[in-house]
C-alpha cells in the first residue's frame, strides 16, 4: 500500500498505543487503516476545512482534526464489522491468523464477510432489494460518529439534518470510498496478513527521524507547518485533465467532436479566467452551479439559439468521466443542480434577448444622466409578479435589502419571469414611482448565492 498522504496527523505510534492491539497483532486491514486515517486528515484539511475558512462552525485545529480522523478511521472497522461480535474473537484465534495456525470457521466468516462488505461498497451496479446499501450504511455510520464526536469533543449539539454536517459526512465517506478503490486490489487479497513488518518499518523512521531532527524542529517548527498548509495533497492540471477528457470522448463515433470540445472547453475558460482555478482536485460543487446558473447566461446573452440542452450533456459527461478517472464525485450535485436550472436558464436567457430587442439606448442615456430622478443600480429579486395589474412586480435590493412595490416593468419580458429571478439593473423613481430603467442580466434564482 501506498503513502500518499504529505501530513501525519496520528503517527504510526500514537495509532498503535490507541488502537488496542499489540504490534504483533496488526493486520493489513489496521494498516490500511492507519494510511487512511492519515488520508483523510490531508484531504479535509486541504479540500474542505481550508476552504470555509477558520470562521466555519465545523473548524477543527490540527490537533482535533487529527482525534477525528482517528474516530473516522475506528467507525470505518465498525461499520466492516457491525454485524459481528467481536468478543468472540479471543486474542488467541487473532495470533492463530497472524502467524499461520489455521482459522477457525468464525474468523474465516469475518474475514470473508469483511471482504464482502468492501466489494459491496464498492459496486456501482449492485441492486438491494428493500435493504440499505453499503454506501448509505457507512454514510449513517459516519454521521452518526460526527455527531457524537462534535457533542463530545466540542460540545456542539446538531441535528441529523444539519446541512453542514451532512456536507462534511458526504465528504468523508466520499474520500473513504475512494482510498479503498485504490488501494481494493492489496486490501481483499491480503486482508487478513500481517503488518508487524509495515509498522516496526514506521516506528523505526519516524524514531530516526525524531532523533536527527529534533533541534531543527524546535528553530523551524512554525516554519514547516506553513509549508505543508500550503501544500496541495493532488494536483493535476485542469487544462491537460480536459484535453485528456476530449481525447476519449473523440474515440465514440457517435460524439460531435466538435462541440463536446467547445462545451468543455467554456468550463475550463470559466475555472481558469474567472475562478482563477487550474487543479482539477479544487473543482467542488458551488462551481457547477455558478458556471450554469451565471456563467452561462453572461456567455450567451444576445444569443439567438443557445443549446442549453447538449451544453448541460456534456457537462454531465465530464462530470461521471471525473468520477470515473479521478475520483472526484460531483455527480449527486449536478443532477440536484441540472434539476434546478434545465429550464430557468433557457427562460432567464430567452427573456433578456426579448428586453434587447427594445432596447433604447438613446432614451436610458436621457434619464440616467438626468440627476434629478432617484436611481438605484444593483441586484434586485423579484418577490411578486402583479399580473391582476399593470406589468408590475415588487422587488427586493439584495445588496440594501429594502423593498420596492409595484415597480413598472417592461411588458415585453412580463410573462417569461416568475417570482425569484433575479434583475442587474437599474431602476429610477419618476413622479413617485419606480419603474426598471435598464436591465443588463437576468439571473434564475438558483444564482442568487453568487450575484453579488
Known sequence: MSERFQKTFISAREFLESWDKEIYEMTKLDYFIFLMVNQLGNQLEQRFFKRRGADFRLHLSFESLGTLCFTLGDSFEYFLDEDFDDKKHDIKSLENHLFGHNLDEEDERMLMDRAERIRLLLSEDVYFAGLISPVDLLHHTILDTLLQFYYEEKGIEFDEDDLDLIELAEFTVDV??????????????????????????????????????????????????????????????????????????????????????????????????????????????????????????????QEREPHFSRIFQNLARFITWLANEYHIDLKKNFVQYYETVKTDVPRVVKALNEYLKSYNLFEILLIRDDDEHHQQSGFFEITKLNRSQDTSCNLINLQLTSNMENVELNARIFNRLKKGDILQATIVEIDDRWSILEIHYIFPNAAKPFVF
Open 176 to 301: 473513504m470510498i475512494d482510498f479503498v478503490r485504490r488501494e481494493e486490489s492489496t486490501l481483499l487479497l491480503r486482508l487478513n496478513e500481517s503488518a508487524l513488518d509495515h509498522f516496526e518499518e514506521l516506528l523505526s523512521v519516524e524514531e530516526d527521524y525524531k532523533e536527527g531532527n529534533e533541534w531543527q524542529q524546535r528553530d523551524d517548527d512554525y516554519e514547516f507547518e506553513s509549508e505543508w498548509e500550503n501544500t496541495t495533497p493532488y494536483y493535476e492540471d485542469i487544462h491537460q485533465v480536459i484535453q485528456k477528457f476530449v481525447d476519449d470522448q473523440s474515440k465514440n463515433p457517435s460524439e460531435d467532436m466538435g462541440c463536446v470540445a467547445c462545451d468543455i472547453e467554456l468550463f475550463e475558460e470559466y475555472l481558469s479566467e474567472h475562478i482563477g482555478l487550474n487543479n482539477v482536485y479544487e473543482i467542488n460543487h458551488e462551481h457547477i452551479l455558478e458556471f450554469m446558473s451565471v456563467w452561462l447566461v453572461k456567455n450567451f446573452a
